[in-house]
């Protein structure tokens, strides 16, 4: 059976198991609560995060590396960089856009009750690095210590680096390179062998989740909850399809229906970060772009991209605005869409931070930081979402700089069967065999 079959079974057993559990409502010392949810299986989701998150580290090094060797030689380092961090800031851009646009024609906050009826849970502003700051991070002043915090964009400027000299270090530089490429083939085996477990892991992640999804916030919540599913979806199936098809004449569906393993991983584990080695292998072998672009966009990406998190951001600022009866103008709202870019990069790739970044949108327009209180009980399930369009926005920028460099193969785009990951001993041509 086909892995994103197997995916999607996994995810939607676990759901139905989590939320049988939760109707139950069995006592805290059940047997089946007890050793098997909140034990082996919350074990086992947790293990799946932390393998995928042990390659994280070693992969951004290595990739990188040897993307960076290549693109020192040819010099195109530069344009490429440019180039990709451009379309990352203008597709967040339009995202929050788009965010704003939907919600102010259905203006999810007006009639969504008061605050008596809202969540009482108390919301503390976390303080928000600032852009000065942020920009210094970049930087790092020991890169073991860098690696060992899985700081990644400081790993990236590190790995940048190493591999710009690589490439002008001639013979030496193209002994060390060789060793470099031999460790990335094996990582991205060991990347391989972690995807076919993919099925058990977001099995595992998804009954979690079945055991804790509030259904009432999200009742509560409908037209929030909507509105932001709905931009999600247009971002992913219009803005992301039209993009690749003006900019990197490469079939649209193609590039979906390839992305359905990273946006399933995404969307169980909430983390972009997380799901980083799983987009990584995808771009690369099922999509074809090459080494050079790949191990530069995609960890970048990962770190810096965060469309669906400025959508929720966007339509979490207007819900506030209007639930509060604070009116925005058109100088505010062209203010947020600056901020909710820029917090974008700031968000680090793990579950739940956009909703913290959203503190620095709220602030900037002078809204109440308490409103983020109004829809903490639903961003649980939008930020499994959000991060799946996270995640398919990193692809697709990639893809557009590579066909843009001459840099994806058209061949591998358009194979179905490259890449493939399949869990069988016969020989598969083009695709990856695990077991
Ligand atoms: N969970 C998101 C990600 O990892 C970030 C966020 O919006 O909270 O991409």
Redesign the pocket.
């Known amino acids: 059976m086909n892995l994103t079959v197997r995916i999607l079974i996994g995810m939607v057993a676990g759901l139905l198991i989590g939320l049988v559990t939760q109707w139950l409502d069995l006592s805290e010392t059940n047997f089946w609560k007890v050793y098997v949810m909140q034990g082996a299986i919350d074990a086992g989701g947790q293990i799946f995060i932390k393998s995928l998150k042990m390659m994280v580290v070693p992969l951004v090094l290595v990739s990188l590396i040897c993307g960076a060797a290549s693109l020192g030689a040819s010099g195109s380092i530069g344009r490429l960089g440019g180039k990709t961090i451009g379309l990352y800031l203008v597709t967040t851009a339009i995202a929050v856009t788009l965010a704003l646009s939907l919600a102010l024609v259905v203006d999810p906050g007006i009639g969504a009750g008061d605050a008596d009826n809202m969540s009482t849970e108390e919301f503390q502003a976390e303080e928000v690095p600032s852009v000065k700051d942020t920009l210094i991070n970049i930087f790092p002043d020991n890169p073991i210590q860098a690696m060992a915090d899985g700081r990644m964009l400081q790993v990236i400027v590190f790995a940048l680096l190493f591999g710009l000299s690589l490439s002008r270090s001639e013979g030496i530089g193209q002994r060390v390179l060789r060793l470099f490429k031999d460790i990335n083939e094996i990582l991205m085996k060991l990347i391989t062998m972690l995807i076919a477990l993919a099925p058990y892991g977001v099995f595992c992640l998804m009954a979690k989740l079945g055991l804790i999804v509030g259904w009432s916030e999200i009742t509560k919540l409908m037209t929030y909850f909507l509105t932001v599913t709905a931009v999600l979806l247009i971002h992913a199936t219009v803005t992301y399809p039209t993009l690749l098809w003006f900019l990197a004449r490469v079939n649209p569906i193609t590039y979906l229906k390839k992305m359905r393993e990273p946006m399933m991983v995404?969307f169980s584990?909430?983390?972009?970060?997380?799901?980083m080695p799983v987009t990584l292998r995808t771009v690369e072998n099922r999509l074809g772009v090459s080494n050079n672009v790949a191990s530069f966009a995609v960890p970048l990406g990962?770190t810096i991209n965060?469309d669906?998190?400025a959508i929720?951001q966007g339509v979490a600022t207007v819900f506030i605005a209007q639930f509060f009866g604070i009116q925005l103008g058109v100088n505010d709202y062209l203010m947020v869409i600056l901020t909710a870019t820029l917090a974008s990069i700031g968000?680090?790739?793990?579950?739940?931070?956009?909703?913290?970044?959203l503190t620095m949108v709220l602030t900037q327009v002078g809204l109440p930081v308490e409103g983020i209180a109004l829809i903490l009980g639903v961003d649980r399930l939008l930020?499994?979402m959000?991060?799946a369009v996270?995640?398919a926005g990193d692809g697709m920028v990639a893809t557009t700089v590579a066909s843009s460099e001459g840099m994806l193969d058209r061949d591998i785009f358009s194979d179905p069967d490259a890449g493939r990951v399949i869990e069988s001993r016969a020989p598969a041509r083009k695709a990856e065999t695990v077991g």
């Open positions: 995404a584990t909430s983390s972009s970060g997380a799901t990962a965060m669906g998190t929720m968000t680090a790739a793990v579950p739940g931070v956009g909703i913290i970044m930020d499994m959000r991060t996270n995640v």
